[in-house]
């Protein structure tokens, strides 16, 4: 067929209409159901924001109780999950375990059930508490050690990271991931929100939804860039070396991780409430000298590739916070994931709400028809 435009990674093609986020990608602004995220991260918590997302309003108070309990009562995960995750090889990346874990909920429930709202609801709760349950069951289970069973007495984000390190997080530490978590919550059709919509679309089951996501979460163009900051920023060492690093990675043609985005033309605002969350870690728990680093990457990447539009990303300072916290480096793209959770499950309510399979075209650029040609013939 001819008339028909390639564009190459579907830039700028709307494949969807949604309710859910919006991006002002001139400005730097982002809303979540039209509430600016600079409000949201100064006033909400990870779980109501979740809410938000998910069901399109700001929870009552009522509403987020139960919300917030039902997602207690779901933290733990079945034995038959640990013994599974036990099998998985120490070296694996944790994506892939999130992503193998992820989909196994899926054998537990069943699939003949989405059009239920309490199918609906019990699906959305399970997965919002289950998931960060296993990223880090994994994370002792590599270490030799057996998971720890979730805390009751502690809220979402304080007991993930108990669950992580063994220790009762301080309350600010707890309080600062939450609002992380919020911030990674969603951003309207990126590549794994889309993966998400695809998989929605067959009519398959959440726990199908969620794993495919995180499957493509996972790439170093996405979710898995914050894993590539804190090396980058090792390898620079200090802050003079900024410049000369970015000369010569440009002139290789190679990418500074943690900048540019196909929506924003100016810092992404994400990125300017991350970098004020690391200054308040810092002044409580100590500087991080990788952070003069980044600030350095930052001020003289502004005449090199502001000029393009290129800023730093949400991926460019959310390392440096997680690195405070003792998250460890491979675990940044799972936490990316605990918390777009949220976003995906948003998108799989709504394109169940108007459902069209996805099947696009497609313009072929193979061989025309051609005569068989036995073997012998071949060269
Ligand atoms: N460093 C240097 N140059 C860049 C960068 C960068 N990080 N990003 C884009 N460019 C240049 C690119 O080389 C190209 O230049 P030219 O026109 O001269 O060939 C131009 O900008 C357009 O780049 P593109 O790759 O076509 O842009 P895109 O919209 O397809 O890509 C992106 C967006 C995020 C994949 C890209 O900016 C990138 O690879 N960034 C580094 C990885 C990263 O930080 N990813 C996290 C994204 S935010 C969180 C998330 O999505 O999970």
Redesign the pocket.
Known sequence: RTGIELRP?L?GVPATQSAICDIDGEQGLLTYRGYPMQDLAANSSFLETAFLLIWGELPSRDQLAEFEHAVQMHRRVSFRVRDMMKCFPASGHPMDALQSSAASLGLFYSRRAIDDPQYVYDAVVRLIAKIPTMVAAFQLIRKGQDPIQPRDDLAYSANFLYMLTEREPDPLAARIFDRCLMLHAE?SL??STFSARVTASTLTDPYAVVASAVGT?AG????G?NEDVLAMLEEVGTAENAGAYLDEA?AA?R????????EYKVK?PRAVILQALVEEMFARFGHDELYDVAVAIEREAESR?GP?G?YP???FYSGLVYRKLGIPRDLFTPV?AIARVAGWLAHWREQLGANRIFRPSQIYSGSQLRAWMPIDERV
């Open positions: 990674g830039d951003h990126n590549a979460l170093p163009l996405h979710g860039a440009m043609k990418k500074i991780m943690g900048f540019g985005h196909r992404d590739l393009k290129i990303n949400v991926d990316f």
